[in-house]
T-cell receptor, first 111, second 115 residues
Framework: GQQVMQIPQYQHVQEGEDFTTYCNSSTTLSNIQWYKQRPGGHPVFLIQLVKSGEVKKQKRLTFQFGEAKKNSSLHITATQTTDVGTYFCAGPGGSNYKLTFGKGTLLTVNP | DTGVSQNPRHKITKRGQNVTFRCDPISEHNRLYWYRQTLGQGPEFLTYFQNEAQLEKSRLLSDRFSAERPKGSFSTLEIQRTEQGDSAMYLC?????????????FGPGTRLTVL
C-alpha cells in the first residue's frame, strides 16, 4: 500500500534559524496535505497542495509539491517558539477521502 | 465552540472490558473519520463514513472494533474485549467533502489506557 515517509524525524533549532521537513511518497499523489500538531494537541490543517510544482506561502511557511507529485516540503523561515510541534504530511490513502500520514517531524525551538 | 468534539477525553479500563467513544463532528460536514495515534507516530486511518454509510474500514480494525453513525451526525466507536495493545489516542475528524478538497478537522481525541 501507499507509504508516506518524512525526514528528518526530529529537528532542533535555535530561534531565528530556518527549518525544512521533507515528505516522500512511494506512489504519485493526487494531492498532499500538511498538518501541525502541538504537544498534547490534535492535528490542525495547514494547507493542501494539488498541482504539480505548486508552491504556496503562509507568512513564514513555504510549501512545495514536487513536479512528479511524489514529494513535498515545508520550509519555515526564521523559526519562532510558537512553531514548536510535529509537522505531518498526509496523502490520500487509496481514495480521495482517507489520509495516509507520515510519521511526522518534531520541531523544537530553543529561545 | 463549533469544532469537532469527542467524549470522553480520557478513558482508563481493564483488559477485557468494552469501551465506547463518541464523536460529534462539525454540523454541516458529511464525512467523518476515525484514526488511531500512538506515541511518535502519525494518525492511522481506521474507518470512514459518508453521511450514515460506513464506506471504508482499515485492516487495522479487527472484529473487536465497530463504528456507527446512525443518523449521519455523531458517531460512536466501540472496542470490545479491550487489549493492552489498544492503548492509544483515538482521533475523530470530519470534512465537508468538496471533491478533491478534503481539509479534515480533528477533534481533541480520546486517550485510551488499557491496564
Amino acid at each position: 500500500g501507499q507509504q508516506v515517509m518524512q525526514i528528518p524525524q526530529y529537528q532542533h533549532v535555535q530561534e531565528g534559524e530556518d527549518f525544512t521537513t521533507y515528505c516522500n511518497s512511494s506512489t504519485t499523489l493526487s494531492n498532499i496535505q500538511w498538518y501541525k500538531q502541538r504537544p498534547g494537541g490534535h492535528p490542525v490543517f495547514l494547507i493542501q497542495l494539488v498541482k504539480s510544482g505548486e508552491v504556496k506561502k503562509q507568512k513564514r511557511l513555504t510549501f512545495q509539491f514536487g513536479e512528479a507529485k511524489k514529494n513535498s516540503s515545508l520550509h519555515i523561515t526564521a523559526t519562532q517558539t510558537t512553531d514548536v510541534g510535529t509537522y505531518f504530511c498526509a496523502g490520500p490513502g487509496g481514495s480521495n477521502y482517507k489520509l495516509t500520514f507520515g510519521k511526522g517531524t518534531l520541531l523544537t525551538v530553543n529561545p | 465552540d463549533t469544532g469537532v468534539s469527542q467524549n470522553p477525553r480520557h478513558k482508563i479500563t481493564k483488559r477485557g472490558q468494552n469501551v465506547t467513544f463518541r464523536c460529534d463532528p462539525i454540523s454541516e460536514h458529511n464525512r467523518l473519520y476515525w484514526y488511531r495515534q500512538t506515541l511518535g507516530q502519525g494518525p492511522e486511518f481506521l474507518t470512514y463514513f459518508q453521511n450514515e454509510a460506513q464506506l471504508e474500514k482499515s485492516r487495522l480494525l479487527s472484529d473487536r472494533f465497530s463504528a456507527e453513525r446512525p443518523k449521519g451526525s455523531f458517531s460512536t466507536l466501540e472496542i470490545q474485549r479491550t487489549e493492552q495493545g489498544d492503548s492509544a489516542m483515538y482521533l475523530c475528524a470530519s470534512s465537508l467533502g468538496q471533491g478533491i478538497y478534503n481539509e479534515q478537522f480533528f477533534g481533541p481525541g480520546t486517550r485510551l489506557t488499557v491496564l
